[in-house]
Structures are given as structure tokens and as C-alpha cells.
């Protein structure tokens, strides 16, 4: 269930940064050639670059693709390697957490109070920062379950899977 709804919020993603170029696009037409613009075309790409970015964190997580520091991790022993990957899950684990409550409330607010951004459009405020809780939170349900069968691969003595490999 969870790698379908990564693989979802990747398509969005992708559909976002598509999004993207066309809004791009089309605003440097419309200045060149008639003096115009698109409106609140800033507004847009702001929200569009949040879901471009946030929306495949869960993806690239299961993936095991952040950046590493490979040449240092190679020359480790493999057991201390996969202590090591199950120390940064759990600090991820926690580091996300703060970044999930101001999501929340920012949603939330944005809702109760129907916020909307002052332009020609009067571009609601909600939808960017769903988008940015939405990934927040699927991002942190993969990372807890990836800590959790990591620890259980440790606590047998086995390595820790590959990515892509072993259900993650």
C-alpha cells in the first residue's frame, strides 16, 4: 500500500514539475512577446516547486538515495555500516517530526481561516501547505517502517537490504 502511494506522489511530482515548465514557459512568451505575464505565476511555481520536491521524499527513502557519504561508510566494518543507517533513521525519524507539526499547523490555520494569497487570482493558501504535510508525513511512515525492519535485520545479525530488495 505504501510503495503505491509513493509511487503516486512521484507522478505528482513528475506532473508538477511539468506544471512547472509550462507556467514558466509561457510567462517569458507572454512578457517577450506581449508585454505580459502570467497571473500570479510566482505564486504557482512556489507551490509547484513544494510538490516537485516534497512529494517523492517517501520514494527516495524506500529507494535508500539520500546523499551519503560513501567513501567514508565503504571503509567501515558492515555491521557498524547498519548501525550507523539505523542511528540516521531514527534521527530522521525525529528531525521530521518538528517539520510535520508546523505542516499541520499551517494547514490547519490556512483552512480555518481560508487564507489566500493577495494577487490577481486570490490563490487559496491550503493547497501548497497539504502538499508539503502530505509528503512530510508519508516520508516519516516510510522511515518508520524501514527503521523498524532495519532493527529487526540487526537484531538477527543479517545485513540490511539493498534498495528495492527485502520489502523496502
Not at 508585454?35 to 510566482?42: A, F, I, K, L, M
Not at 539520500?66 to 547498519?82: C, Q, W, Y
Not at 490555520?109 to 489566500?116: H, L, N, W, Y
Request: with cysteine.
Amino acid at each position: 500500500m505504501l510503495r503505491r502511494i509513493e509511487r503516486l506522489l512521484v507522478d505528482l511530482s513528475i506532473c508538477a514539475v511539468l506544471a512547472l515548465g509550462l507556467v514558466i514557459t509561457a510567462n517569458v512568451l507572454l512578457r517577450a512577446l506581449f508585454n505580459s505575464g502570467v497571473p500570479d505565476s510566482t505564486i504557482v511555481v512556489a507551490d509547484l516547486m513544494v510538490a516537485a520536491v516534497v512529494l517523492p521524499l517517501a520514494a527516495t527513502t524506500a529507494n535508500r538515495a539520500h546523499i551519503a557519504v560513501e567513501f567514508l561508510a565503504n571503509r567501515i566494518p558492515a555491521r557498524l555500516s547498519d548501525a550507523l543507517i539505523i542511528f540516521g533513521s531514527i534521527f530522521g525519524l525525529l528531525a521530521l517530526l518538528p517539520l510535520i507539526w508546523a505542516g499541520w499547523r499551517e494547514t490547519a490555520g490556512a483552512i480555518e481561516k481560508s487564507s489566500f494569497y493577495f494577487g490577481e487570482l486570490a490563490v487559496p493558501k491550503w493547497p501548497g501547505r497539504l502538499i508539503f504535510l502530505a509528503g512530510m508525513v508519508i516520508c516519516w511512515l516510510r522511515l518508520l517502517v524501514m527503521t523498524a525492519t532495519d532493527l529487526r535485520c540487526l537484531l538477527r545479525n543479517e545485513r540490511l537490504s539493498e534498495p528495492g530488495i527485502g520489502g523496502h
